[in-house]
């Protein structure tokens, strides 16, 4: 079991993907400073839609360590990282502390089991190349460690680019095979006249 500071975001964060995000609420910006400090990491946590309440918000217990790969201060005292996807961790508890930041309990997952992809989805890698290629996603590419035999990395990067709904991202995060998750891709774009 291990703790962490929880970051509760609209965004889903696989392994091995990149994130560029905003901070400005004083809580986060203490979080961030000490995880630069400490050279540790903070789990970014997918908020359940239609899930806020004036007390709190809902977010799945499922979320991914972050590390930070670059930091800029910003006009009116934001600050801009780039985060990278690491491991799972499955939240188990939770507790605010006195500033409100949400600190977690949980534990890591281990990373699912890599498999070479296979020829039915040689075609995603092609879409893939062809997203990659566009030059609003280059600062995005900057910071990937890239894979292309991965069925691991080909699934994570195609979840977290395709523009689907969060919950599905979320449920794409989920799967621990890889080999179903590009599956589900492959349908999604082919339903879609992508592929």
């Known amino acids: 079991m291990i703790q962490l500071p929880l970051f509760p975001l609209n965004v889903v964060l696989f392994p091995g993907g990149v994130v560029p995000l905003r901070i400005f609420e004083p809580r986060y910006v203490s979080m961030v400073s000490e995880s630069l400090k ?9 908020i359940e839609e239609h899930s806020a309440t004036p007390q709190a918000t809902a977010f799945y217990s499922l979320g991914t360590v972050a590390e930070i790969v670059d930091f800029d201060p910003l006009e009116g005292g934001m600050l801009g990282i780039t985060c990278r996807g690491g491991q799972l961790i499955q939240i188990q508890h939770q507790r605010p502390r006195a500033d409100q930041l949400i600190i977690g309990t949980g534990e890591l997952q281990a990373p699912e089991p890599d498999q070479v992809v296979d020829s039915l989805h040689q075609p995603l890698i092609e879409f893939l190349n062809s997203l990659l290629a566009r030059t609003e996603v280059q600062p995005y590419r900057r910071w990937l460690h890239e894979d292309w035999h991965s069925a691991c990395w080909l699934g994570f990067r195609l979840a977290e680019l395709l523009p689907l709904p969060l919950a ?6 989920r799967i621990a095979d890889p080999r179903e998750r590009l599956d589900i891709l492959d349908t999604v774009l082919r339903d879609n006249d992508l592929l």
């Not at 400490?38 to 946590?45: E, K, L, R, T």
């Not at 599905?168 to 995060?173: M, N, Q, Y």
């Open 38 to 46: 400490q050279d540790s990491g903070f789990a970014i946590m997918t």
């Open 168 to 173: 599905f991202k979320h449920h794409l995060l």
